[in-house]
Every structure is written in C-alpha cells, then in structure tokens.
C-alpha cells in the first residue's frame, strides 16, 4: 500500500518534497512512478525511478527542476520539487510497476496507487 504526502501552497519559486511511503514489500521491488493530474487535465507522467535505483526518467517540463529517490530503510520514495511554477499545479500521485522491464511513462503500466497529495503553486 502507498500513501502519498506533502503537498500544500507554495509560492512560485518555492520547493516541496513528497513522500511516498510504504508497507509490506520493499520499494526496491519495483519501479516507481510519480504522476500528476491538473484540473481537467488527463494523468501525466512526472518522474520514474528504476528498482535497482540507478536509472531515472523525467518529464522534459520538469527536467532539472525535479527529482526522484529513494530511502531504502524508510520504504519510501521522494518526489523533490523545486524552482515551482503555477502550471505544476496539480494532484499528485506515487505508483509502483511490479513487474515491469523498463521505465514507463504511462499510467496503465503502474498497478498500484497511492491516494494523491495536492501541489498547489502561487504566482
């Protein structure tokens, strides 16, 4: 099970950090995939973290502003956000791929969800 924190207000320029903490099996199980949906917008990809944690993947609208680990002993993964901007506005959600081979940037590939945490950025 995943549950996703951290969201709030922040003002444009301003970083958040989103935790996405487990229970049962090890993150390091699986891909991890941070998403996020705006306000009438479809799901989209954000950022993905590979199970060996060497291999990373992320948006090009939040290249070099984001970034996505891992704390083993803590089972949880991180979503750094930095350098914010009013478009990053959305809810956001962890979700692991169990099995699959590859960083995927689509949602149908993740199995399980967390609940979304809400990122809300002021200009």
């Known amino acids: 099970q995943l549950q996703a924190s951290g969201g709030g207000l922040v003002h444009a320029g301003g970083s958040l950090r989103l935790p996405c903490a487990a229970s049962?099996?090890?993150?390091?199980?699986?891909?991890m995939g941070w998403f996020r949906q705006a306000p009438g917008k479809e799901r989209e990809f954000v950022a993905a973290?590979?199970?060996?944690?060497?291999?990373?993947s992320y948006a090009d609208s939040v290249k070099g502003r984001f970034t996505i680990s891992r704390h083993n002993a803590k089972n949880t993964v991180y979503l750094q956000m930095n350098n914010l901007k009013p478009e990053d506005r959305a809810v956001y959600y962890c979700a692991a791929d169990i099995d699959g081979d590859a960083l995927y940037m689509w949602s149908f590939n993740y199995d399980s969800w967390g609940q979304g945490t809400q990122v809300t950025v002021s200009s």
């Open positions: 973290l590979s199970r060996s944690g060497g291999t990373t």
């Open positions: 049962g099996r090890p993150l390091s199980s699986y891909n």
